[in-house]
């Protein structure tokens, strides 16, 4: 829990013709940490592996025409019954196979689209012949004649008068047949000579003139009742077209699934195979296990071929380099916070697994900047929500949602000792103090918490130090012993300044403070002596001290600046306490009855805390540890531990 899963490196060989049914192995086991080890295999066979390659883009672009032809069908990608597959699919089987089905569905899919086009132009129709349903004249007589220009139509009623003044100069007749508020239905006629003239002016008018083919004959009125009745016909061939489509769904549905998850299972596994070592009769497969689960994969191994052969190497985490994944292995209740450390960086194989501190540091922080009782309480209530995944809108964010319950009971047990409760200090007795009323003891009390966190920031690096065997860091790196043996010392000649009883001699305090800043100012010179190797003589003992001391300077600097930037903690505790009395005024204010305008500003006020200060504490908490405390010992950079696993096990893990 504390350190990374220990790994052994491994190395497989096996015959070329096994190569499906050993990667399926692995993929099954999902324990195995892929290496690309084609730089390892022979050239002659270089050929062979351009071949997996080729095929995995083959089953990648099978995968997006599945999924593209399933998503018309409205068929989901879920998990077929079958959970595992131990061949690749035929890749021009499985082609033919969604041609096919591709074929019935656009055939299928053309006709709705056809259907749907059509009624869309009798819409369009309706619209135009709605506004002029009343009028009495046949619309076959407004065919223009030879020298006639007409045109029917509805226009707004502004801009009649508009068009009569555009149209002075031609001869024109405008008839306003109906005239509404909105509306008028006009009969613009005039020479067809002047035609441009005529349709220019309707345009700009916005004249929207009656427009329909040739086999609607009589009256608006009589052929808005004729497309109206054409519609209802092409929606029930529309239904019928959508109902065929559904019946191609369910017929075909967990045929496409199963495809899905083949050509998906044969996908990974030559993507794999591709990354193999290619010998002249063998593979050769390079990664890395788990330790703990090393025999259970040589088992599975030796189960499917007694040819294999299988060499494992052991790697202590004080010699391992950089390309040794970190599996991290916390319990669930930890992902949230595992999340926040993956954020910031992943941790090297070397260092320790910082989660578990940031499980209780966390909350803890976020606890004393954000105490209330009634707001912890609805705090670990949305976390609650939020990790139940019955918000579907949110469920990618589920794995915060312990770590949001756990600030929330922080924040309850800090409301208890700060006596609040959604904001009223007198239901509850404080069994500390009111942050509003003791803002100078909250300030001390933020910064003697900061000054213990980072205490174990610096005990963090001294044990990864001594993990890495790595001496000279551990005894006078700037977050080894030296840099806390000098944190401490100038802490307690603070203390023993402003405390005339303090135990310890300020002298003994000062010889020790100028020993540790000694040892951090020669580290370089101390660290390789400690280690044993050489290292060049500076140029000169002055420019060796002038780089120490300003070494030294700025690590003094940075030790006081994170030490007071928890100050923040005392603050946001005093700003939490100052805009619940805020709400409580502006409740008064809105009734000093306490009536129910004044619950309301109570409820609406309480709501906004929760939610907006609540999102600025968790920004605060987060950057105390990522500016302050990580600084102290966490190195980061490590490769992520991603086993090979068949696409059921990876889906299953995605929905954890």
């Not at 059509?118 to 709605?130: A, D, F, G, I, P």
């Not at 705090?379 to 579907?392: D, E, H, N």
């Not at 306490?577 to 309301?600: F, K, M, Q, R």
Request: with cysteine; proline share 4%; glycine share 8%.
């Amino acid at each position: 829990m504390f350190y990374p899963q220990e790994m052994t490196r491994i190395s497989i060989i096996a015959r070329q013709d096994t190569a499906v049914a050993v990667t399926h192995a692995l993929a099954e086991a999902g324990a195995l940490h892929l290496v690309d080890a084609r730089h390892l295999g022979s050239e002659i066979k270089a050929d062979l592996a351009a071949d997996w390659v080729q095929k995995s883009a083959t089953y990648a672009e099978l995968e997006r025409h599945a999924l593209a032809l399933m998503q018309t069908l409205g068929v989901s990608d879920s998990m077929p019954q079958t959970d595992g597959w131990t061949s690749v699919v035929d890749s021009a089987a499985a082609n033919a196979t969604l041609e096919q089905i591709e074929r019935e569905a656009r055939a299928i899919t053309e006709r709705v689209a056809g259907e749907t086009r059509k009624l869309e132009q009798l819409q369009s129709y309706v619209q135009q012949l709605t506004p002029i349903r009343e009028i009495d004249i046949e619309v076959s007589r407004l065919s223009s004649p030879r020298h006639l220009f007409s045109a029917l139509g509805a226009m707004p009623v502004e801009n009649v008068a508009r068009m009569r003044t555009s149209l002075a100069r031609v001869p024109f007749v405008l008839l306003t047949l109906r005239q509404d508020q909105q509306q008028a239905v006009v009969w613009l006629l005039g020479r067809r000579a002047d035609s441009d003239i005529l349709e220019r002016a309707a345009r700009g008018a916005y004249l929207n003139p009656l427009s329909l083919p040739e086999a609607y004959q009589g009256t608006p009125g009589q052929i808005l009742h004729a497309v109206e009745a054409e519609m209802a016909t092409v929606r029930q061939r529309v239904a019928a077209e959508k109902a065929a489509l559904e019946d191609l769904r369910r017929l075909r549905q967990d045929q496409l699934q199963a495809l899905l998850w083949h050509v998906r299972a044969s996908h990974l596994l030559a993507d794999a195979i591709a990354h193999f070592g290619s010998l002249r009769y063998t593979y050769l497969v390079v990664g890395w296990v788990p330790t703990a689960r090393l025999s259970q994969l040589q088992a599975r191994l030796k189960g499917l071929s007694s040819e294999i052969v299988v060499k494992t190497t052991p790697v202590k985490r004080s010699e391992a380099g950089a390309d040794v994944p970190v599996g991290l292995q916390n319990p669930g209740f930890l992902v949230g916070f595992q999340q926040l450390l993956s954020n910031y960086g992943w941790p090297r194989y070397q260092e320790l697994d910082p989660t578990a501190v940031i499980g209780l540091t966390f909350p803890v922080l976020y606890g004393a900047m954000f105490g209330d009782v009634g707001h912890g309480l609805l705090l670990a209530l949305a976390g609650l929500l939020l990790a139940s995944r019955k918000v579907r809108a949110l469920a990618g964010f589920a794995g915060l949602g312990m770590t949001i319950v756990f600030c929330g009971l922080a924040a309850t047990l800090f409301g208890f000792l700060y006596g609040s409760f959604f904001g009223f200090e007198g239901v509850l007795p404080a069994l500390l103090f009111h942050p509003l009323s003791n803002i100078m003891q909250i300030l001390l009390l933020a910064v003697g918490g900061g000054v213990v966190v980072l205490v174990a920031g610096f005990l963090i690096s001294i044990v990864n130090a001594y993990v890495d065997r790595d001496w000279g860091r551990l005894l006078v790196g700037n977050n080894g012993l030296a840099g806390l043996l000098l944190y401490l010392s100038l802490l307690g000649l603070a203390a023993a300044v402003a405390l005339p009883h303090f135990p310890i001699p300020g002298a003994w305090l000062g010889i020790l403070a100028l020993l540790s800043a000694l040892g951090v100012m020669l580290s370089e010179p101390l660290s390789h002596a400690i280690q044993g190797s050489r290292h060049p003589a500076p140029d000169s003992v002055v420019t060796a001290g002038v780089e120490g001391f300003f070494e030294v300077f700025e690590m003094l600097i940075s030790l006081l600046s994170n030490s007071l930037s928890y100050v923040r903690v005392g603050a946001f505790a005093v700003a939490h306490g100052g805009l619940s009395a805020v709400i409580l005024i502006l409740a008064t204010t809105a009734s000093a009855s306490h009536g129910l305008p004044y619950w309301l500003v109570v409820a609406l006020g309480n709501l906004v805390i929760v939610g907006f200060e609540g999102l600025v504490v968790g920004i605060q908490t987060l950057r105390l540890h990522y500016y302050e405390f990580f600084s102290k010992f966490f190195t980061g950079g490590g490769t992520r531990y991603a086993p090979l696993t068949t696409p059921h096990k990876a889906n299953a893990v995605e929905q954890v």
